[in-house]
T-cell receptor, first 112, second 113 residues
Framework: DTAVSQTPKYLVTQMGNDKSIKCEQNLGHDTMYWYKQDSKKFLKIMFSYNNKELIINETVPNRFSPKSPDKAHLNLHINSLELGDSAVYFC???????????FGEGSWLTVV | QKEVEQNSGPLSVPEGAIASLNCTYS??????FFWYRQYSGKSPELIMFIYSNGDKEDGRFTAQLNKASQYVSLLIRDSQPSDSATYLC?????????????FGAGTRLAVHP
């Protein structure tokens, strides 16, 4: 079983569309994250949730809206996609906030 | 100044040699330090973590921490071509009231036969 799973793995979409990426962890962790890795491979935190509560919200456009229905799930919805949103989005989780972080396999988003 | 800085590389070493990867951080309040390895097209995976000054060894890997100099390093002994990857240094920063794991931009390591 994959510990942190995210879907879809690949997503190609047009500018202006709205899309969602889903994430689930079966590790029993309390904290989940979304990271963005750009074309230069720089991995930057976007959001962090602890027991469904938002605790970190970096300077991210409000077109990005995370939602955590329960502590095992953290989804990312993106409105009005722009070319600059093209990146790899990694979901991750940890037992405490933060400790050793385990990453999902990544979602490759391409906006055309 | 970036919060976590690494030389982007590539660092090229021959097979069997010691690879030395370095990282500096800006927040003196940082307490926990991690090294992740990321193969091309894959997600980062944890190699080692270190909390105390000094050395920590795990197999072919040794992490070194010097909090006074705000410096973390990773040594890979007997480097293998399979070690070729990008190595990400990460630091827990307590800024802003919450602990955040901040990554450096990574150093690309190439081990050639």
């Amino acid at each position: 079983d994959t510990a942190v799973s995210q879907t879809p793995k690949y997503l190609v979409t047009q500018m202006g569309n709205d899309k969602s990426i889903k994430c689930e962890q079966n590790l029993g962790h309390d904290t989940m994250y979304w990271y963005k890795q750009d074309s230069k491979k720089f991995l930057k935190i976007m959001f962090s949730y602890n027991n469904k509560e938002l605790i970190i919200n970096e300077t991210v456009p409000n077109r990005f809206s995370p939602k955590s229905p329960d502590k095992a799930h953290l989804n990312l919805h993106i409105n009005s996609l722009e070319l600059g949103d093209s990146a790899v989005y990694f979901c991750a989780s940890s037992q405490e906030a933060p400790n050793t972080i385990y990453f999902g396999e990544g979602s490759w988003l391409t906006v055309v | 100044q970036k919060e976590v800085e690494q030389n982007s590389g590539p660092l090229s070493v021959p097979e069997g040699a010691i690879a030395s990867l370095n990282c500096t951080y800006s927040d003196r309040g940082s307490q926990s330090f991690f090294w992740y390895r990321q193969y091309s097209g894959k997600s980062p995976e944890l190699i080692m973590f270190i909390y105390s000054n000094g050395d920590k060894e795990d197999g072919r890997f040794t992490a070194q921490l010097n909090k006074a100099s705000q410096y973390v390093s990773l040594l890979i002994r007997d480097s293998q071509p399979s070690d070729s990857a990008t190595y990400l240094c990460a630091v827990i920063s307590p800024k802003g009231g919450y602990n955040k794991l901040i990554f450096g931009a990574g150093t690309r390591l190439a081990v050639h036969p």
